[in-house]
């Protein structure tokens, strides 16, 4: 087991949609809102990790699963995988697939930030002032809140060279910018890219639905601003395994080749999305906060989960089980499943998963 531990974090070819044009979207209340009847299950949800101290198991996570078999059908699943869930950030390989068919000309390093929770390091956001210069925007375009780089360490750096919140550090900067830059390439309104009836964001629905080969029962609104399509654990789950079986060519497929291709990107070189998909060659994974996790393996399998609480410290020891179990064995999952708990300075217990 490699002495490194993951930082935590706060978080085919048919039938393919086409971009809608400025008339023919629909106006903001005909857009399906957040309900107020809550969407969670009132079935309760099996255990997945437990937070194991000093030989007691002091608490316990719950959430569900999925995992989907090569072709597509589900192999095995624990918890309610059929209703609906906000993905968070594991939407954005979907909303950078939208992005393309919108016209915007990405690739590598490019698109792999437009669909990244980047970690905030000097040449994530380096990259993001390159693409607004490229697109004659700035950072006062991007309507994403003041914040921190997302990793700690990064965030320590950042306040103590004397930095404080900004739009351009917070970890959805580059999804922002490349989707500023689709609005500007089509002439779509920049001030409103935001709103659930602008172009970009109608285009957006259309690819959720597409990849994830299900309706979107709710829209609500991610950290970052942007709007949050729902979609089943299932049908995450189904979307990841689309972008990796998609025809090469195809925006979904060059995004999954641009994310596979430039991991650090996507997440930071101290992030276990990275691990994973340098060290599994084809593999695309991508976590969302409030502890939800997607990844699809190059011969379509594809899993998908999410701990009811929140709590991100699972999401390594829980995805290194489910990779286990569908017979994945490499040094990788000991690095991102090894969550340490502390006391007095030294370990003392573990997070680990329960299944």
Known sequence: MTSSSPTPIPEPSSGVPTVPSAASVPSAASVPTVPSVPAVSPVSSPVLAEVFRSGFVEGRHRGSLVVLAADGSVDWALGDVTAPVFPRSTN??????????????????????????????????????????????????????????????????????????????MNCSGKHTAMLAACALNGWPLETYLEQGHPLQQLILDVVRTAGGEDVAHIGTDGCGAPLMSLSLTGLARAFRY??????GTPERRVADAMRAHPEYVAGTRRPDTWLMQALPGTLSKMGAEAVQALALPDGRALAFKIDDGATRTLGPVLARVLRHMGIDDPVLSRIEDVPLHGGGVRVGEIRAAF
């Open 92 to 169: 954005k390989p979907m909303q950078a697939a939208a992005i393309l068919r919108a016209g915007l000309d990405l690739s590598g390093e490019r698109l792999a930030l437009a669909a990244a929770s980047h970690s905030g390091e000097t040449f994530h956001l380096d990259l993001v002032r390159t693409m607004l210069a490229e697109y004659d925007l700035t950072a006062e375009h991007l309507q994403t809140p003041p914040d921190l780089p997302l990793d700690p360490e990064e965030a320590e750096h950042y306040l103590a060279a004397g930095n404080v919140r900004d739009r351009l550090t």
């Open 243 to 248: 972008f990796v079986c998609a025809e090469p």
